[in-house]
T-cell receptor, first 114, second 115 residues
Framework: GENVEQHPSTLSVQEGDSAVIKCTYS??????FPWYKQELGKRPQLIID?????GEKKDQRIAVTLNKTAKHFSLHITETQPEDSAVYFC?????????????FGTGTKLQVIP | DTEVTQTPKHLVMGMTNKKSLKCEQH?????MYWYKQKAKKPPELMFV???????INESVPSRFSPECPNSSLLNLHLHALQPEDSALYLC??????????????FGNGTRLTVT
């Protein structure tokens, strides 16, 4: 089955600096890679995603890159703000029969220091 | 605001109680999921319903019993739970379309405490 590794497990940055979270996956059949942000006590919320036929996607201060050959994908947050503090989960997804088979990374706790 | 609605938000129950968690979505999604999430861990898949039929049961103990009354509703019936079952229970849904993967949309969850 699919295995997703995520690094680092914790990340502290100064406000205004950039943050990068990296993930690797094992199953080349995975073709959709969402990133979820989860604030304390709240639900995981989709913040950006990328499909396997795309190398990079950007949405304001957030960008995701995908290297399908190396099976790596990364989340980049620029100009970090205190409200970016949360746990971030990467995931690798493929459609399996009648549902989406989602394998999550282990999570990165991001702390943005004002 | 969320498009997947879960009730209740919080639930405290004893080990002999019977309770139910409820989930509703109106996005027309035909796949619905129950996940369990422990603190500082990613969500862990429990059950999947596809077109109102149970597709996946990830070896979940029988004290958890899912039900899908229609395409918009999903329930999780709880009976004789253990303290280690205390967790955040997340309902989710996704579209079923041809082609590649789709995002899974989570509800706000039910924070369950078993005493």
């Amino acid at each position: 089955g699919e295995n997703v590794e995520q690094h680092p497990s914790t990340l502290s940055v100064q406000e205004g600096d950039s943050a990068v979270i990296k993930c690797t996956y094992s199953d080349s059949a995975s073709n959709y890679f969402p990133w979820y942000k989860q604030e304390l006590g709240k639900r995981p919320q989709l913040i950006i995603d990328i499909r396997s036929n795309v190398g990079e996607k950007k949405d304001q201060r957030i960008a995701v890159t995908l290297n399908k050959t190396a099976k790596h994908f990364s989340l980049h947050i620029t100009e970090t703000q205190p409200e970016d503090s949360a746990v971030y989960f990467c995931a690798a997804t493929l459609k399996s029969g009648g549902y989406q088979k989602v394998t999550f990374g282990t999570g990165t706790k991001l702390q943005v220091i004002p | 605001d969320t498009e997947v609605t879960q009730t209740p938000k919080h639930l405290v129950m004893g080990m002999t109680n019977k309770k139910s968690l409820k989930c509703e979505q109106h996005m027309g999604h035909r796949a619905m999921y129950w996940y369990k999430q422990k603190a500082k861990k990613p969500p862990e898949l429990m059950f999947v319903y596809s077109y109102e039929k149970l597709s996946i049961n990830e070896s979940v103990p029988s004290r958890f019993s899912p039900e899908c009354p229609n395409s918009s509703l999903l329930n999780l019936h709880l009976h004789a739970l253990q303290p280690e079952d205390s967790a955040l229970y997340l309902c989710a849904s996704s579209a079923l379309v041809t082609g590649g993967g789709q995002s899974v949309h989570f509800g706000n969850g039910t924070r369950l405490t078993v005493t």
